[in-house]
């Protein structure tokens, strides 16, 4: 254990129950706002309507067309409203992309956010953006990103379909794995990670079976939120910008490029973080835990190969190339040999 360590509490206010969407209203008058702008994706419309009537004459606004990776010009269009409508509280409804533009209105505007989280990606427990402009993306942290108040409802997760659910979940546990050998990890931040991580691997297979039943439901959404609370105070490393550098060039998918890479990037790791590995091994309850991850993946129906993704095999060179030529922070220094196997492992996904 690090016996020396900085620890800086999230400043979120977190509610978590079922049913707990009822309590918006009083959050909203908590923060003492007035005329608030409901954010949600044009496919959870329904969900911003509802939000709007608990609201009542606090809803001033409606703007619907939140989107993937958070393009800058959707965010001047939602900023429009927010002048129009003299706004002066967000409420975003939905998974990251949603409260992705609640936090790229509050970076420009400084408004308060309370987010009503349906994934479990985890962007509401973070000072993080991510934004897109001019296909380019780039990440920023700052105090203004941060949401204020997080409003946990175990019943809006329960029409995530299974399959997203699953993607969703593996994305959450590779921000407790990068978390446990973060460079700025430190003890509470250890103790997050491992009980999410035992929370996401016993309720993801329930999850899967019933997906509309609110009890494993509960505890995904708890591990996630864990998971969620590291990914906010530590630094990611090498899964992390494995997956931005494949994401990047070959346009993969975010959450099956993450799912796929994980397994791989810990077997990379392994021999250089041993206090690591014994936590996940008890989370997950076995001695082998990339084998018992990509097991869980392929229970879970994930796509367990970057080929099965769209990755073309000559693009692990210049994989490889990429990620060399922007060093970063990793337990394992990051060496072309090495990682060079690494990418044939995953893009064939035959193990390790
Ligand atoms: P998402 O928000 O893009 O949602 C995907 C789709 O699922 C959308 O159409 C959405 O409307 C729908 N959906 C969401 N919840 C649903 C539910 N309960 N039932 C039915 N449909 C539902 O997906 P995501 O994975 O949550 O977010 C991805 C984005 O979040 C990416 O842009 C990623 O970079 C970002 N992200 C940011 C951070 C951060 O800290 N900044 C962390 C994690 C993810």
Redesign the pocket.
């Known amino acids: 254990m690090k016996d020396s360590f900085v620890y800086q509490m999230p400043p979120a206010r977190v509610v978590f129950g079922h049913g707990t969407i009822a309590t918006l209203a009083a959050e909203a008058e908590r923060l003492g706002l007035q005329r608030l702008l409901v954010l949600?994706?044009p496919?959870?419309a329904e969900l911003a309507d509802h939000v709007r009537e608990l609201l009542g004459d606090r809803a001033a606004a409606t703007f619907n067309s939140a989107t993937?990776?958070?393009p800058v010009e959707v965010t001047q269009c939602a900023l429009e409203v927010v002048k129009s409508e003299r706004i002066d509280g967000i409420v975003a409804a939905?998974?990251?992309?949603?409260?992705?533009l609640g936090?790229a209105i509050a970076l420009r505007t400084d408004l308060p956010q309370i987010v009503l989280p349906?994934?479990y990606?985890?962007?509401e427990m973070?000072p993080?953006?991510?934004e897109t402009q001019h296909r380019r993306k780039t990440t920023q942290r700052s105090p203004k990103i941060q949401p204020e108040v997080v409003i946990y409802d175990v019943d809006?997760?329960l029409?995530?379909?299974p399959m997203?659910s699953a993607l969703?979940a593996f994305?959450a546990l590779a921000h407790a794995v990068e978390a446990l050998y973060a460079p700025d990890g430190n003890p509470i931040v250890a103790l997050m990670a491992e009980e999410g991580v035992r929370a996401i691997v016993g309720a993801l297979p329930q999850v899967l079976k019933e997906p509309g039943d609110p009890g494993p439901r509960a505890s995904l959404l708890y591990g996630a939120w864990l998971c969620a609370c590291c990914?906010?105070v530590t630094t990611m490393g090498l899964h992390h910008k494995l997956c931005h550098t494949l994401g990047g060039l070959f346009d993969l998918p975010?959450?099956q490029t993450h799912a796929i890479v994980l397994p791989y990037a810990l077997v990379y790791n392994a021999p250089m973080v041993p206090e690591t590995m014994n936590r996940l091994s008890r989370a997950i309850g076995s001695h082998d835990v990339p084998e018992a991850l990509l097991q869980l993946e392929h229970d879970c129906g994930i796509p367990l190969a970057l080929r099965d993704i769209g990755m073309p095999h000559d693009g692990i060179e210049q994989a490889v190339e990429q990620a060399l030529a922007n060093p970063y922070d990793n337990p394992r220094p990051v060496e072309a040999s090495p990682l060079n196997a690494l990418l044939e492992h995953a893009w064939a996904g035959t193990g390790f």
């Open positions: 949600s994706t496919e959870q993937i990776h958070t939905g998974g990251g992309s949603t409260t992705g936090k349906t994934t990606a985890g962007s973070t993080i953006l991510g809006l997760t029409t995530l379909p997203m969703s994305n990914l906010g975010h959450a």
